[in-house]
C-alpha cells in the first residue's frame, strides 16, 4: 500500500498536501483500494467553505456511496474537473490525477495536527485490515 | 437455465403497419387535433412508438419472465429486504371486484366495504407495534421514514423548536440518514459499541436538546436486538427527543416484543417485507406509521375513522403535516396485507416471527466455519458474515455471482458497511429445511472451489443469461435511453 511521506492524512482516509496557502486533497490509496471501483465523486465548488472533519462530498463506488471529510478548513480554490468523466483516477492515481479539490487554508498550521505518513501506516494496520 | 435467445428491445421488433387491435372503420367525419385544440394541439411528430401485434408483445415480455428470478423459483436470501413468499390467496382477495373496482371518490356511504378493511388495518398494525395511531398512506420504507420524521418536526415546531440534529447509528438502514436530511435535519453517525449495539455511555454524553430524535433499525443491520433499547428511550426522552424505529425488520419481532412497549414515539412498517404483499418489480409497495398518541395530531389527512358502527374519513385535523400520497395511499397493497394479517392470525404471526429467527439461526449454525461471522453475537431473523479468510483474492462479489450459477439469488452485499466485505442472508420463515440446505451445499461447494479452482469463481456467473456484467462501465458510463 502506497503512504507517500510529506502528506497528512485523516482517520477517514483523506489526504492533504500542504503548499504555502494551499492544501491539495484527495482519499489515500488505502481508502480507494476499500472502497473498489470509484464511479462518482461528488466535490464543493471554488469559492465554497470548507471545514476540518465535516463532510464536503461524497465518493461512490461501486459498493457504496461514503462521505468525504475535508481534512482542512479554508475556501475551495479549484476543483479537479477531470474527475466528472474520469473518475477512475481516484483508483489510478490517488495521490496525482486523483486529487479532489484545492483550498485556501484559513490556518496553514491546522493540517500540523493530523498524521503523517508513519502514524497513518500504523493507524490502518491497526484498524485490522 | 442458460438460455441462448437474444431478446430484442420492443422497439428493435418493431414492424410498421402492425399493431395488435382491429377498430371498425371510423363512422364520423375526422377532426384535426389543430382545429379542434387550437394552441393547445401537439405541433411535434407522434411519438415513434413500435408498432407490434399483441402476441409479439405477449411473447416478448414472457420470455423476458422467463429470465427472472423470484420468490416462487426458490430461496431469495437478501438480507434486510424480508422476501418471503406472498401467498396467493392476497392476489385472490385483492381481485375481489369490490375491492379492485370501487373508486377513490366515491361516496363514502358506498364504500363502507373498503373502509373498514382500513380501518381494520390500522388497528390491526398499531396492535401489532403497541402504537396508538397509524396513516396507510406512505408508498414505500423511506417514504414512511420521511413522513414519520416529518411527525417528528412537527411535533417539535408545535412545541416552539423543531431542533437541529438527527442521531443515526452506523447499522441503521442506508435510507435513514436521508430521510432525516429530507426532514431538513443534519444528521450525525452515532458509532456502534463493539457489541454491535447502541453504546448507552456514548449516547448519553451526546444527548441535548439540539437532538430532535434518534432512529434506530431494531433489529439492527446485523440482525442484532437492541438490548438497550429502554435505556436509549429513556435517555431520548429525558431531553424531550423522539424514537424513531425503521421497521423493516419488524419480521423478527411480530408478537414477541412490540416498539411501542419499548417507549418507541413512531415507526414504519413494511407491508411488501413482513406482511408478504408483493416487493417492487416496479409495483407499489406501502410504508405504514405509526405513532404514539401525542404524535397523531400531526398524522397525515385523512385517516379512516369509525363512529357509530359508520366508516369515513377524517379530514378535520389542523395539525396534520397535510398529504403524503394521492387519496389513500395504495389500497390494494393495504387490501393484500390485511388478508395476510387474517389468515395468518396472531397466534400465526408470532410463529412466523419465531420460525424467521429460527431458519436464520439455522443457516448461521450450518455456515459458520465456512464463511466468518461479521459480529460475533446472537442474532434474530438474518445474519451477516464476512470476507474474511476467502482465498486466492475471491471476493464478495465473486462468492455471490458464483451462487447464482447454483440457481440462487444472491444475499445482500457490503452491507451493511460496518462489516468488511458483508454477506447479509435472511432465509425468512417461508423456506422450508431442504432448500436452505441445498443454499448450504453451494456455499460448501463454492469454498471449496474458491480453494481450487479460483478463476471458476472470479468469473461467474457461467450459467446465467448474461455472464459477469461490467458494473463499473455501467455505472461510469449508464446508457439509460435507447437511440435507434
Known sequence: MNIPSGLRYTKTHEWVKIEGQTGTVGVSDFA????????????PQPGDGVTAGAQMGTVESVKAVSELNCPISGTVAETNEALADHPEYLNQDPYGAGWIVKVTLSDAKEAEGLMDAQAYAKYVAESGH | MSRQIEEKLLFELDHPGRNGASLPKCDVPEVSFADAFGPLARKEEPVALPELSEVDVIRHFTRLSACNYSVDLGLYPLGSCTMKYNPKINEAVCRYEGLSGVH??????????????????????????????????PAAGAHGEFTGMQLIRAYHEAKGNPRKIVLIPDSAHGTNPASAHFAGYAVEEFKSGADGCVDVEALKARMNEEVAAIMLTVPNTLGIFEKNIKAVCEILHAKGGQVYIDGANLNALMGVTRPGDWGADVMHINLHKTFSTPHGGGGPGAGPVACKAHLEPFLPVPIVVKKEERYSFDYERPMSIGKVQGFYGNFLVLARALAYIETMGAEGLKSASELAVLNANYLRAKLTGKLELGFDGPTLHEVVFCDKGMPNGVTTMDFAKRLIDYGFHPPTVYFPLIVHGAIMIEPTETEPKEEMDRFVEAVEKIVAEARETPDLVKKAPHEAYRKRLDEVAAARNPRLVWKR
Open chain 1, 32 to 43: 480507494q483500494h476499500e472502497l473498489g471501483d470509484i464511479v462518482f465523486v461528488e466535490a
Open chain 2, 104 to 137: 377513490p371518490l366515491q361516496d363514502e356511504a358506498t364504500a363502507q366495504g373498503a373502509l373498514e378493511l382500513m380501518h381494520a388495518l390500522q388497528e390491526s398494525l398499531c396492535a401489532i407495534s403497541g402504537m396508538d395511531a397509524c396513516t396507510l398512506q
